[in-house]
Every structure is written in structure tokens, then in C-alpha cells.
């Protein structure tokens, strides 16, 4: 691990950034308790953006360290991959990873309700991952007062410009994905996105219009419907989508727990994948794999974001300067079965 | 969390069980380094056999423990489904929980190879669920020395009497499945198990062998066939069955993972499932759903399973005595598409 650090920011530059005054700035650094929650949040926001390292309280030893996996929950297929990817990049790095799931304060029963920042930060947290969670204002600055950097993976709404996330390419994999339909000849290709308030659903849907536009493909905006990523919203999308009365030849479904949803609905409609329509998934999951037909679909890395997270977090111990606060992973589209040319 | 603990051993009583003098077990809880390996592996043993607590060490307060959960790997669905379970009960139970998977020696690259015992004690672990990996014996009298407790979550083989470990009832849902498929008319089941050498193997052989007799079915030995867990060896097996003179009509085959690998090989013969041959998997990860038809499988309680094993390590913990060293949850046959009446 390296040891070198990038020159610390005097009080004075923290202080310009947060538009307050250097004697506010030593308060919050002091830990008074008389400067306002507005204020403070405003110095702890210069402060991350700088990646302040406060002095004479040194990183714990390495061999001393926990970060955190934080996720939304850990059932599945994707929580299994990021923390399979971080597991490994730790123990690389030699620190240890703790995982909890992000609850909300009315979870607890038999113990009292606990905010997973309050959990961590009680045990004592050298640092921590989240996962399809978003960190609230609060949260984050919790986190900063106490000197626990964070790194968000896949973060669900644009991240604050100083929140370091790790993400995938969305816009590029749907390109990809929806031109591998436009090249076997379909023109009415349809889109089921991610609810239209998180990021990469936005991505995604905005990757789609890209490869239609430049196929000189217009968009049908009933051709685009929104679910929820699970696997009922996907059937009852795809439902609506063959409902039309000029249903769509082509699906890009942006998760593969919703393609699979949607395979429930082209089933139900007596229709065949790929013969009848084709389909196209996102994320690449191990059950795109045991579906039947295998199903064609866009990889996230999730295991390499997972570790790449990790990295990144522990430069953050280590005080380095990053050269990015926003990193992302290359998609790959996988070609499996469930994709045809259309029929004339 | 209960602070009532049984009475302490004596050192007299710990030395008549490990055949040795009092002075001797005096040294070894000293941690004085004249005693040999032998002697000190013995009254170890001894010292776990009482669940000895050493005087005058108390146990960390509950909000600084963390708990490890080490496995053989972090992908797929077993490991996520043991870690949910655990992870929920941890938090009920105000302990954290840190992942690792039990490298070999050489899997490291830039960092030092360490055994995943040094590797937790050097962070200080409060205690210790294992999950697919076997502890060598050396590894658990260094866990025993350093009074971390250990719980084992489906051992391999059969474990020494005083490793606490946390099953499922794999004889009774083999005798389940099994007959689930006589009741169909089966009188040809034949059964793909994993390396003899595995208690829960053996266990689930031992249930169908049950099944059959109480049918008054005769097992043909060239029925029985054993895997590797995995997906190719499932098929494998099941190609070996397929090829016989006079072919079964019915498979149990114990895991998931090789049921699936199992329908390849029917589908490779022009076979279909259910309508040629019935198929009962074992474990019901969530692929058992995806998959086309849906797996009849025997259901393992895997997140029940993740959060016993955490709370009886608690229980150890906190020095409490437990009822019985070996807990078995209770397996369930799900039944779904791949089961059908035997043809006449």
C-alpha cells in the first residue's frame, strides 16, 4: 500500500470553498458544538471534497481494518457478486469486510432500532461500500465527521459531485444492446427502463433512443414503459407492450429479473422466444443463464465493481487524491439465445 | 443477551479428561511454550469439550463483537442465503458480521498468504460460523486457544464431538423425494449423489435406500451414482443413467445445481421432462425457479440455517451451556413442474 499523500489543503482554502471563516472551520475540525447544522454540513462538504485528512489522528493500521458493505438487502444474485469481488480485493489489501443491510429504523425487534450509519460508526468503520442504496445528506455528513470515506456503487440518483461512486457504462450497454436488435432487422423494438427518477434507468433509456436515432429508427414513446426491476413489474410491462395493437418484435429489458417476468408474458400470449419476438436483458445474472432459452443480455461487472470499489476506498484511507469521483465499468453485451433475425 | 453462565470446569477436571497433570493444563492456559504440540492439542480438545471460559478475559461488550462468517466461496446462491440469515440474526443479536472466503496459501498475489485463522484472529474475531469448508484440526485448537467459538453450517464430514454445527435433515428429505417419486408410480428412480465421503451425502443415500425398502422397491446398485456437486458432473451422471439397457423413469438428484446439469443430459437424449422422466432436485437455491420446467426440489432452510448457527455462536459467546452440539432444521419438498405420473 502505498504511503504517499497529496499536499492537505490549508484551513484558509477549506474555508473560501465553504464560504465561512477559518475559526468556523477549526470549530467544526474541534468538534464545538457551537456552529450551526447548516454551517458544519457546508465544512464537512469542503472538507470531503478536498478529502481532508485531519492531522494527528493517523489511519488505523492496516492490518486493524474493517470497511463496510452496506447493501439494500442480500438476497440474490447481485449483492452475492459485488461482495464476492470486494471479499477478494480486500483480502488483497489486507483489510476485512463487514456486511450489514441498510434497514429502516422500524426493522428492529428485540433491538433497538438502529440507523446503519449509527451501527457502523458505534463498532468503528474504517470505511464503506454502498450498494443500490442512496446515502442522504445527513448520512453523508455523518460519515465525514467522523473521517469514514464512502464509495456508492451504482448510485440510484446523480451523487452529490464530492460522493465517490463506481457504476457500469448504462448509456453504452444500451446502445449496444438495442443496435444488436436493430441489426437483426427489427424496427419495432420496445423498451422496459427502471422507474425514470434513477440514473441509470435514465442512462439506459437514453442509450436506447441514441441506437434508434441513429439507425433513423423513430421512438414510439408508447414503446417505452417504466417497471420496478423485479420480476412481476417486468411480465406486466411486457404484458402492455404485446397488448398494442402493433405489438413490438423486439424487447430490451433493462434487468434480467424483469426479462425473465417478461418471458412469463410472451409465454402467456402463446408466443416463442426468440421465434416469435426477441429479448434482450441487463445485468447478466447467473439465472440469465438457466433460463430457457438462455437469455441475451448486457454485463454489468458486478464482481469488478465490487472490487474497484473497494479500491478505491482504501486510497481514500490512504489520503490519496483521486482522479475521479465517478468511475465506470465497461458493459459487454453477451450473445445467448434468446435474440433472432426478424421475420419479413 | 442472557449473562447466566453453568459452572466453571475445574483444572482437575480438565486434566483427568486429557490425560494429563494439572500443572500442565496450568501451562497451556498460561500460554507457556513448554508444552508439547501434542499435549497441548489434547487439553485443548479438553478445555472446548467444557466450553471452558478462561477467568479473569471477559468476553468484549456486545457493541465492539464481530462475528466472522468464512466460507468456501462467495458465489453463487448458497453462500448469499446462509449470509442473509446470518446477517439479520447478527443484527438482532447486536454483533457484526465480516465475510471471507478460506483461500489456500497460494491464492495470494501481493499480499502474504494467510491462513483465514490467522487472518481473523490477527483483527480479533469474537467468533466463527463456517459454512462448506472442513477446519483442520490444528485450525480449530488455534480458534480454541484464542477462545473464539466456532459453529460449522453443513459439515462435510462427520465432525469431532465437540464442534458445534448447525444441518439441515437430509436423511428424511431424501426418504421424501424419493418417495414423492414411488407414490408417482416411479418403480426406476435412480439417485446422482455427491463423493461418498460427505456426511450429508451419505445421509441423503441413506434416505432414499429408506424410501425404497419401505416401497418394497430392490435398489440396483447401478442406480446410485455419485457427483460433484456441480453442474457438469450432474449431467455427466445422468448421461451414464440414460445409457443403461433399461433406464430410469425417475431421478433424485441431490443438489440444485447437477438437476439442472441433469436436464441437459434428458434434453440431449430427445427427452423431456416430465413428461419422459420425472427429476427431484436438493437445496431450492432461487435457480430451481428460473428453470424450465420448474424443479421439484427438497428445500433447505439455508437463511434459517445462517441465522441458528449465529445465535447459537452467541450463545457461546456468552459462555451458556447449549442442549445438544449438532442442530438439524427441517427440509421441505417443494414440489413443481419436473414431477409427473409414472406411464404405464
Known sequence: M??????????????????????????????????????????????????????????????????????????????????????????????????????????????????????????GSAGVVLGLIEP??????????????????DPLSDPPPDVLSVGTTNWAGAYEATSHLL???????????GPPQHLYSRARLAGYRSALAAAGVEVDPAE????????????????????????????????????????????EAGLRVPEDISVVGFDDLPEARWVSPALTTVRQPLKEMGGSALRTLVRLMNGEELESPRVELATTLVVRNSTAQASA
Not at 470531503?48 to 438487502?73: K, M
Not at 442522504?136 to 456503487?153: F, H, K, Y
Not at 437483426?184 to 427502463?193: E, I, K, N
Open 2 to 123: 502505498t504511503e504517499s499523500r497529496p499536499p492537505r489543503p490549508t484551513l484558509a482554502q477549506i474555508a473560501e470553498l465553504a464560504g465561512v471563516s477559518i475559526s468556523t472551520v477549526s470549530k467544526v475540525l474541534n468538534g464545538r458544538d457551537d456552529v450551526s447544522r447548516d454551517t458544519r454540513a457546508k465544512v464537512d462538504t469542503a472538507l470531503r471534497q478536498h478529502h481532508y485528512v485531519r492531522r494527528g489522528t493517523p489511519a488505523p493500521e492496516p492490518t486493524a481494518r474493517t470497511v463496510d458493505l452496506v447493501l439494500s438487502g442480500l438476497d440474490g444474485s447481485w449483492p452475492a457478486s459485488v461482495a464476492s469481488g470486494m471479499e477478494a480485493a480486500a483480502y488483497e489489501a489486507g483489510v476485512h469486510v463487514a456486511i450489514s443491510v441498510a434497514r429502516s429504523s422500524t426493522a428492529a425487534t428485540n433491538h433497538r432500532a438502529q440507523d446503519w450509519v449509527d451501527r457502523i460508526l458505534e463498532r
Open 183 to 193: 441489426r437483426r432487422g427489427h424496427r419495432r423494438v420496445a423498451l422496459v427502463t
Open 136 to 153: 442522504t445528506r445527513d448520512q453523508l455528513g455523518r460519515l465525514a465527521q467522523a473521517r469514514v470515506p464512502c464509495v456508492v456503487i
Open 224 to 267: 417505452i414503459r417504466h417497471g420496478t426491476y423485479d420480476r412481476a413489474s417486468g411480465a406486466e410491462q411486457v404484458r402492455a407492450l404485446l397488448a398494442r395493437p402493433t405489438p413490438p418484435t423486439a424487447l430490451f429489458i433493462c434487468s434480467d429479473h424483469m426479462a425473465i417476468g417478461g418471458y412469463e408474458a410472451i409465454a
